[in-house]
């Protein structure tokens, strides 16, 4: 990427809590209804985290009276308020699409107690 381009998405990134595939989180959604605003807030599984810089998004699914839900959140939309990780998961896997096909306890995910969440990365 250029780095002009960089330097202007800089002005528009939004520092949010580090967060990871498989994590369980919170996402504090602005809603606009006429004239008054309110924070609704989105809780579920984090299956895929894709791109970067402001073109970054994510997949969230919850559940929801028996239904499952998937809602894609851009990174930088504005009314995203905050986000927070309320459960930190252990995956092998970059994306977790294998959560559709399966159905009540199959869909848990192992909650990663180690506290070790730092990735070894290749230098190149």
Do not use: W
Not at 2 to 16: A, D, G, N
């Amino acid at each position: 990427m250029h780095p002009l381009i960089k330097e202007v998405e800089k002005r528009f990134l939004k520092k949010h809590e580090d967060f990871r595939v498989g994590d369980t989180i919170r996402v504090h959604l602005e809603i606009v209804e006429g004239n008054k605003k309110r924070i609704q807030l989105y809780e579920g599984i984090l299956m895929s985290r894709r791109g970067t810089g402001t073109g970054a998004s994510i997949t969230v699914r919850k559940n929801s009276s028996g239904v499952a839900v998937e809602k894609i959140i851009p990174l930088c939309m504005p009314s995203v308020a905050r986000i927070e990780v309320v459960r930190k998961g252990m995956v092998r896997r970059a994306k977790l699409y294998y959560l559709k096909r399966t159905v009540g306890k199959g869909t848990r995910v192992k909650e990663d107690l180690s506290g070790n969440r730092s990735r070894s990365k290749v230098e190149a």
